[in-house]
């Protein structure tokens, strides 16, 4: 059985009162439209058309060639919107599912549900329903008085009556492709809000003597749509909540687990321990044994076993097996540090290279710098990588010893086992085995406090 998906995503989204189409703003770090796609695919749905509106182009280039597209030029309803892909599905003969671009909380499993259900029902059309506390908003799904499918109400539509159900339309559906077509062609825009209503298809479809069936489920969470952001941050807290379950019973360790913050496509290893406060974002790895938190962030990043980051931030940076950051410090994006490298507190690095075992302990500033192994950055060390124009980098061989309070202006190259004397401004190259000193030489007055108390007294007592 080839099934068919049609994601709506055409709507302008006016409740979220924003720039970005709706269908973008993320749950959990990923565009909601990528949770709805995720699904499908995961639900085995190999072919998913996606409609969108004039201004879908940034939808296009977020999901690119891995689903196909049809414009919807006029946003005329949800009806209107699933007529647009009549088309691109004319040789398409098994079931088409139809789900909104809002609605980014589905699991596979309830999705490929629905289609069995639908199947194994020879229905012409299936809707699936939930039952909610609270059904401002929805379709209202009335039933006749044998508990069938009679119609959906929008809410705008119902009559006091209807409006107290609080069995909703989750706006997902199974159709055969040949009685949804004909019904959406006999669509009219007589109601509330003057749309094509996609919903009107299933009552369009019974009154033909069309097979029409409700799949009920049960969790209602994963019908959430998403019209404002309110509903936004629900959604959020459910799938925070579903990701942290599942590392957790995956091997993850979370002290707080609502203080816990992990993205949808985050990867936790088990033995990982999370503190309070802590944001795994993106696309980061965690791998076995590392302890991150409190107050880190870490975005993009793969780190190894055995790292420990405490109250820093880590960004689009690997960590390898052993290492060691924070408190206070940020590693900023295209860091790529060395097994048991240790970052200490108060740190930034950016776009630098790290070798195995060296330790930059204290207060450092290393951009666009290359350190080998088994080096000793001193507490203060900064790398002047940027004349105002242009950004130079920084070389350390292995082995090299930086002393405290140094500027190494790039560019710039400490040779292998050289030492850099405290204090001193770097501007030449240091050989390898040397030791470069640039500061002044350190010249004592000897008496001159009393000296100058004497003088001042004089003062005084003119
Ligand atoms: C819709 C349903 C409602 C259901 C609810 C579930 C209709 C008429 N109503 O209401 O019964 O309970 O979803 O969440 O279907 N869209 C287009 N083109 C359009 C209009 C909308 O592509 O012309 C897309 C939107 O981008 C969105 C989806 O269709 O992804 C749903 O539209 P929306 O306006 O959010 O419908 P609801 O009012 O939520
Ligand atoms: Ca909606």
Redesign the pocket.
């Known amino acids: 059985m080839s099934v068919a998906a049609v994601v ?4 302008k ?1 006016t409740r979220m009162k924003s720039a970005l189409p ?2 973008l703003h993320q749950v959990c770090g990923l565009p909601m439209i990528s949770h709805v796609v995720n699904s499908l695919r995961e639900a085995g749905i190999g072919r998913i058309i996606v ?1 969108v ?1 004039p201004e879908g182009q940034e939808i296009q280039d977020l999901l690119g060639s891995e689903v196909e597209y049809v414009v ?1 030029r006029e ?7 699933v007529l647009q892909t009549e088309g691109a599905l004319k040789n398409h003969n098994g079931p088409l599912l139809v789900i ?4 980014p909380l589905y699991r596979s499993t309830t999705l490929r549900g629905l289609v069995s259900f639908h199947d194994s029902s020879k229905a012409s059309g299936t809707v699936l329903s939930v039952f909610v506390d609270d059904p401002t ?3 209202r799904i009335i039933r006749d008085s044998e508990g069938a499918f009679a119609k ?1 109400v ?1 809410e705008k539509d119902a009559t006091p009556e209807e409006a107290a159900v609080k069995e ?4 997902t559906y199974v159709f055969q492709s040949e009685p949804l077509f004909a019904a959406l062609h006999q669509l009219s825009p007589e109601n509330a809000q003057g ?1 094509y ?3 009107d298809v299933l009552g369009i479809i019974r009154g033909q003597a069309g097979r029409v069936e409700i799949f009920t489920h049960d969790d209602h969470e994963e ?1 959430l ?1 998403i ?1 404002n952001r309110v509903q936004l941050a629900a959604a959020e807290r459910i799938l925070r909540n579903r990701i942290r379950e599942k590392w957790m019973l995956a091997g993850v360790t979370m002290i707080d687990p609502d203080t816990t913050y992990i993205d949808a496509q985050a990867e936790l290893e088990s033995d990982v321990v999370i503190f309070p406060f802590t944001f795994i974002e993106g696309h980061t790895r965690v791998a076995s044994g590392s302890v991150i938190g409190p107050f880190a962030q870490v975005r993009d990043c793969v780190i190894g076993e055995n790292v420990t980051i405490s109250q820093a931030t880590v960004l689009g940076s690997t960590l390898e097996p052993g290492c060691t950051v924070g408190p206070y410090s940020h590693i900023r994006p295209g860091c790529h540090l060395a097994e048991k490298v240790k970052v200490g507190g108060f740190c930034e690095i950016k776009n630098t290279t790290v070798g195995p075992g060296s330790k930059v302990p204290h207060l450092s500033y290393l951009g666009d710098t290359s350190v080998g192994s088994g080096v000793n950055i001193g507490a203060g060390t900064i790398t002047c990588n940027y004349d105002g124009k242009n950004k130079y980098r920084t070389v350390i061989e292995d082995g090299a010893f930086i002393g405290s309070n140094c500027n190494l202006v790039a560019p710039v190259e400490i040779g292998t086992g050289a030492y850099v004397a405290a204090g001193s401004t770097i501007t030449n190259d240091v050989p390898p085995g040397a030791l470069g000193v640039a500061r002044n030489r350190q010249r004592n007055i000897p008496d001159w406090v009393q000296r100058r108390s004497g003088k001042s007294s004089c003062q005084e007592e003119g």
């Open positions: 709506l995503a055409a709507g989204g709706k269908v409609v509106g919807q946003q005329l309803g949800t009806g209107h919107a909104h671009g809002d609605t908003g929805y379709g959906i929008e909703i339309n989750s706006g749309e209503y996609l919903t019908a749509g019209n």
